[in-house]
Nanobody, 123 residues
Framework: VQLQASGGGLAQAGDSLRLSCAASTRTSSTYSMGWFRQAPGKEREFVAAISWSGGRTLHADSVKGRFTISRDNAKNTVFLQMNNLKLEDTAVYYC?????????????????WGQGTLVTVSS
């Protein structure tokens, strides 16, 4: 499974961005999917995860109420809607797929990773 993340860019604090993660195969529609981010000099951090059906989601406390993960299995795509962006949201955002379909914050549980898309938030 290959994952292609897109949608990053430069935004101002308070703006919105929507990230997309396109998967190469329909098999990924049975996987849970996650978004992680990594800021310069920091460890990779969990952002959000969604079950294969989309019926269950999990969001980090730092983004709860501002970010929303969703998916469209017909298009093999997962989204991360980011509203009310803050300076501390600046990072490279990665999407990942977990064959087990568990919702987990642990990056080691994910089997496939995309290449990342940079989000830069300025004041």
């Amino acid at each position: 499974v290959q994952l292609q993340a897109s949608g990053g860019g430069l935004a101002q604090a308070g703006d919105s961005l929507r990230l997309s993660c396109a998967a190469s195969t329909r098999t990924s529609s049975t996987y849970s999917m996650g978004w992680f981010r990594q800021a310069p000099g920091k460890e990779r951090e969990f952002v959000a995860a969604i079950s294969w059906s989309g019926g269950r989601t999990l969001h980090a406390d730092s983004v709860k109420g501002r970010f929303t993960i969703s998916r469209d299995n017909a298009k093999n795509t997962v989204f991360l809607q980011m509203n009310n962006l803050k300076l501390e949201d600046t990072a490279v955002y990665y999407c990942a797929a977990d064959r087990s379909n568990y919702l987990t914050r642990l990056p080691t549980a994910y089997d496939y990773w995309g290449q990342g898309t940079l989000v830069t938030v300025s004041s």
